[in-house]
Structures are given as C-alpha cells and as structure tokens.
C-alpha cells in the first residue's frame, strides 16, 4: 500500500476541521480558544518583561556613560611637607596629558569636586560640584546634550550651571543667583568660618537621572579651585574612552600613564554591584515567565485530550480506511501545534505594540490612577523605558514553539495508537 507524504494536504484538511468543531461537540473548541488566549498573553508577558529589562538597562548604562566618567583616576593617600595626609593631584596637567595620549581614550579632563549647600531665599538643596573646564563640559554628553535645558551652556564661565532637580528644589530660573555654602571655607585665628558665594545661573539642565539632576552642579574649575581651597590643585582625572564596555582593558595603560602612586575606578566599580543585581533579576523574571509559558502550553495537551477522547469514532472509522499511525499522530500534532503557532504569533504582536506604544500606555494609566504611578526620585529614571531587541523577541518565539510542540506530541502520539477495534465496540 502506498504510503502519502507526511503533512499532506488531507492531513491539514482533517486538522482543520477538527480545529472548528461545533458547539455541539463537548466544548473543544472552548478549550481551544483558552490554549490560544493563554498563549498569548505569556509570550506578550515574556516578550514585554524582556524589553523593559533591555530598555532599563541600555538607559541607565546610558546616564552613567553619558553624565559620568568612565573612568576615575585618583591620587593615592600621602604625607605633605607640612606633616598632613593629602589625595589632591599637584601636577593634575601631566596626569591628563599622559592619560589623554592612552589609545582608546578620548579625553582626560581635572576636577575638582566638593559636597556644598546651594542656597535661594528660604530654600536650601545639598549639592555636588564639579569643577571642570567649559570645554571639557562640553565633551559630557548628557550634559552638552541634554534630554531638556534651560539657558546658554557657551556662558558657562560666567556662572553656574545646574541640574534641573537642583532649580526646582530651590525654585530658581536662569539668570537668577544662587548662593554656594562651604562650611571648609577661610580659615581665620578664631577656627574655619563658612565660605559664602553667589553666582548666576546661565545654565539648567535635565540629564535623564533624578539622582544626577537632583544633586548635580558644575562651576568654572578655576572658580571651583578658589571657592574649595584647592589652587594649583585637582581632585581626580575625569577619564572618558572610546568603548566603555571594554574599559577594563585599559585599566594597566591608565595605570601606567597616570604613575605609580594613582589608582582608578571605572564606571563597572561604581554600579557594578547594581548592574550584577539587574542581571540576576533578568534571568530570574525569564525563568519564571517561561514557566507561565509552559503552563499556558499544557492547556493544549487538555484541548487535545478531549479532541481524541470526541472523535475516537472518527479515528476509528479513519484507521479502517487505511490511514496509518503517522498520519493519525500528524493530524492531532497540527491541531495543538497551530494553536500554538497561532498564539504565538498573537503574542508576539500584542507584545512589540506594548512595548513600542509603553510610553502613552503608561501615560493613560498614570491619568487614570490621578498621578503618582511613575515616582522619579524612586526609580532613578524619569520614565519606564522598553527597547525591543531581535533575539529577545526569537527567544520567547522559540521557546514557546518548542513547548507547543512538545506539549502536543503526547495526546498526538496518543490518538495514533489507538485501537480502531476497540474506539469502533460501542459505536
């Protein structure tokens, strides 16, 4: 007897029909429409949690990467000629010179940094201030660039520049003064007394991190040198390279460059611990997600179980006729599987719109809520990011094809050896 050709087109004829069965035929078809409705709702789960984990992470490597040095150089604690331990950079010029010649970097620039309060009338903000030279500022690219700013970066010199959670905590405007309170100011016979400066906001920027906007202010480095009793002076070499991600391969060039008595902390030091959480977290939320997948898949294997137990009659009659074992086990397999396939690709579109529209989703559901549902000065970033990456999308597809078809082969393989003898007796 001639064998037909496995997935011929009476097999997918017969799958389909089974596919729609009526009403009257025990509910299979409700149990379909669960297995597909299950499906895909945890393939747009998966694909959705992936996205978010991708755009949270490339948007806060970006805020580190794009408002911070990639990598830190510092001088090593020693003894001045006046007995006082000291970590200030005197030849901070040769530092960044040699650093700046290391291939791979793309700028050294000194700093001088210091913890003030910021003041406006009656209000009052602790700060960070960086001094650095406008043209190094300019190489910043969260700052120089901005996501939104105030006033004119070019008159940088001529006064202060701030984050935009500093002008809001203080209620300030460009153009406006702000007074900047040390309390290491001059020291006088009667002990240290406060150092007290006013200067005028040229400049407010949004650089994408309530952290950074919140504390962040940058101050001419020869005005910061004065302001901080650090003339002739630097805190640290601001170090920014070409491929941040690679950083640790420069870090004995760094060394070298820097001399014998530097140390250097890279960006991967300063977040690394976060960044190692955020992955555990990520491969945690694929397990458990995957799980929901699976549980989703196992719905078929109900769906199907009740196609065989309704149509042993026809399997019967069907085997009587000739058609073999195979062809029996290819017609239930296509019925789970396309519901499967069906699903999936439901998923997965229900899953890029969310992803790609997640910003006016959002939007809706903070207005419904009345506001509050996204707090910045909690999550660190202004808004949930989602960004859809190929693999991340062929992931959750794969995997949920796979445990379709899996899934669908033990009700398949069930109604193949069925005993046409036996499903025909009580017929």
Known sequence: MARTAPFSRFEWMIAWRYLRARRAEGGVSVM????????????????????????????FVDTILGANSHVTAYSQLYVTETGQTSRVITDYQGWAERIGQVPGVTRAAPLVKGQVMANKGGSNAGVEVFGIAYADLLTIPRIAHPEAAQGDIARFDQGIAIGSGVARELGVFVGERIK?????????????????????????????????DRTRVYLPFDEAQSFFNREGVADEIEVMVEEPEAVDDLLID???????????????????????????????????????????????????????????????????????????????????????????????????????????IFALVDYIAGGGVWDPSIRGIYRLPAKLEFWDVASAVSLSLFLSFVVTLFPARKAARMNPVEALRYE
């Open 180 to 212: 900047i309170i040390s309390p290491n100011g001059v020291k006088t016979a009667f002990g240290t007394s406060p150092r007290v400066n006013a200067y005028e906001v040229t400049y407010i920027f949004t650089a994408g991190r309530y952290d950074i």
């Open 32 to 59: 379909t429409w669960i297995s597909l409705i299950g499906i895909t709702l945890a393939v747009a789960a998966l694909i959705i949690t992936l996205a978010v984990r991708t755009g949270f992470r490339d948007e």
């Open 254 to 360: 760094l060394m070298r460059a820097a001399g014998e008595k530097s140390t250097v902390w890279t960006w991967r030091d300063r977040s690394g611990s976060f960044l190692q959480a955020l992955k555990m977290e990520d491969n945690v939320m694929f397990v458990i997600l995957s799980i929901l997948v699976l549980i989703a898949s196992l719905n078929i294997i109900s769906g199907l179980i009740m196609l065989v137990k309704n149509k042993g009659r026809d399997i019967g009659i069907l085997r009587t006729m000739g058609l073999t074992e195979g062809s029996v086990l290819r017609v239930f397999f296509l019925c789970g599987s396309l519901t499967g396939l069906v699903g999936t690709l439901a998923g997965v579109v229900l899953g890029c719109a969310f992803a790609i529209y997640i910003d006016q």
